[in-house]
């Protein structure tokens, strides 16, 4: 069977859908998308090992060649939801317009994978001295669960990782983490008139908060990273629920938060000091205070500037290595042992999006750093 071309594969992963989303009625499926790159893959002569996630959820793990080291080229096989009405054209149909390719995933990030395949399978008739991996994970959209069940499972996978997220082909070596954290305040109801006859939560959440931005305040005068566009990192009080009338004491009150830390911050450590405060509040206020995640948070990302795979990726790409705000799963493979970087060939302005697009222009260059990443890992691996 012979390959599909290169704009062939880009329709066909567009037209499988592989939403992930927190909400059941959006998620699906991503075992489309994995069957099709497995079965391109394995004729290619890829060893493709489809790891079981979760009903209807795996990761591919496709490796060329043998032996330790080698280079990890890694993305997500999911998107995000979207909203056809507001698309000019079907989302899950691979369209042309002008100078782009657009539809759901061509950018974040399933057109990555075609061009991996197109990078490599020129390069199949030489020698590989260290092996590639080709990687495609579930579920990066909502829960990570696909990166995190490999870093969970502790299997060495490369000695370096590219993860193609859309990064405009600029080398990136740091992102912040992401926390998304929720407070539940139980009180006592009463009525207003005679405050002894309750215990308010929504008293309890103030002096919460209060303590939320001293926090705040702290850590922004501690930890600084000028290499992000907002150097600090934030604290940010989304949104509050408490109470339900005016003359009635509240009974119960939550607030949910998002925290963004800077490489250097563990967000256990940060845990540990929002807990801190909150227990004397309780028992001072005596309410009961729940606190935790609201789903596992993705850590903050550093690589070194002066590793290797850093230093190759702005050698070839002529672009110094930079920060971006959003998470991505380069932690994990970084657990891994893997020199990590994140380099694709979309717009993050684009990425969750309606009418998602790829440039044409950037799909020659692509190939072209891929091929060279292949050939320093992979066909002429220096130890």
């Not at 329709?11 to 992930?20: G, H, K, R």
């Not at 927190?22 to 790891?51: H, K, M, R, Y």
């Not at 702005?314 to 970084?334: C, H, K, M, N, S």
Request: aromatic fraction near 6%.
């Amino acid at each position: 069977m012979s390959l599909p071309s290169l704009k062939e594969q880009f329709a066909a992963l567009i037209a499988a859908p592989s939403v992930s989303c927190t909400q059941p009625a959006w998620d699906q499926s991503n075992l489309a998308v994995i069957e099709l790159l497995a079965s391109w893959l394995g004729d290619l002569g890829f060893a493709c090992e489809v790891q079981t996630i979760a009903p209807g959820k795996a990761n591919l793990l496709a490796t060329y060649g043998s032996g330790p080291g080698g280079l990890v080229l890694a993305g997500h096989s999911d998107t995000v939801p979207f909203d056809a009405a507001l698309w000019q054209s079907d989302p899950l149909a691979l369209t042309e317009a002008g100078d782009r390719w657009v539809g759901l995933g061509v950018c974040d990030m399933k057109g990555f994978f075609p061009l991996v395949i197109e990078a490599v399978r020129t390069l199949l008739d030489q020698p590989f001295k260290q092996p590639l991996l080709i990687l495609a994970t579930c579920d990066e959209e909502s829960s990570m669960s696909g990166a995190r069940a490999l870093a969970e499972a502790g299997r060495p996978l490369g000695r370096a990782a590219v993860i193609g997220e859309p990064t405009g082909l600029k080398p990136i070596r740091l992102h912040k983490g992401v926390m998304m954290e929720r407070i539940d305040i139980l009180g006592q109801s009463g009525h207003s008139s005679d405050p002894s006859l309750g215990r308010n939560a929504l008293d309890a959440m103030h002096a919460a908060i209060g303590e939320l931005l001293v926090l705040r305040q702290q850590w922004q005068q501690e930890y600084r990273n000028p290499l992000f566009n907002v150097p600090q990192p934030t604290l940010n009080l989304g949104c509050i629920h408490g109470g339900d009338n005016p003359n009635r004491i509240c009974g119960q009150c939550s607030l949910e938060f998002d925290l963004r830390p800077l490489p250097g911050m563990d967000p256990e450590v940060l845990r540990a000091a929002i807990r801190q405060k909150l227990q004397p509040l309780a028992e001072q206020r005596q309410v009961r205070i729940d606190y935790g995640p609201i789903f596992p948070g993705v850590p903050p990302f550093e690589q070194a500037a002066d590793s290797e795979l850093v230093r190759l990726a702005e050698r070839i790409t002529g672009q110094a290595a930079d920060a971006v705000a959003f998470g991505t799963e380069a932690p994990y493979l970084q657990q891994l042992g893997c020199e990590t970087l994140i380099l694709g060939p979309g717009d993050i302005a684009c990425a969750h999006q309606p009418n998602e697009y790829l440039e044409l222009a950037r799909i020659e260059p692509t190939v072209q750093i891929l091929r060279q990443l292949i050939d320093h890992y992979c066909l002429r691996p220096s130890l």
